[in-house]
């Protein structure tokens, strides 16, 4: 068996989500999409925290973040069936006051 790639997010969710956390890590290792979505997610969570200061760009970033944890949970959820976006809407709440309609 393949070891679980290494993602800074994605071990981050795997420790806050323990109970699905055998399900990410193995569809991390079987799908390269799904570990490629980690890896953006990770790369923009980078980018957002570099542009705090400017805030238009901020926003784009957090919306980019935004669409890339949907496509995380929609993965997820196909997989298990029983996946939460509570996690993703409790994260875009910390980050984003400005965008509207959320």
Avoid: H
Wanted: hydrophobic share 30%; proline share 5%.
């Amino acid at each position: 068996m393949k070891p679980m790639p290494k993602n800074d997010f994605l071990c981050k969710l795997v420790e806050q989500d323990p109970e699905q956390g055998s399900e990410i890590a193995s569809l991390a290792r079987e799908d390269p999409d799904f570990m490629s979505i980690c890896e953006d997610i990770g790369l923009a969570e980078e980018a957002l925290a570099r542009w705090q200061d400017l805030p238009c760009r901020a926003v784009e970033y957090e919306e980019i973040l935004d669409g890339l944890k949907k496509e995380f949970w929609s993965k997820l959820s196909t997989r298990t069936g029983c996946a939460s976006s509570d996690d993703v809407d409790d994260t875009s709440d910390n980050t984003s006051t400005e965008s509207e309609g959320r």
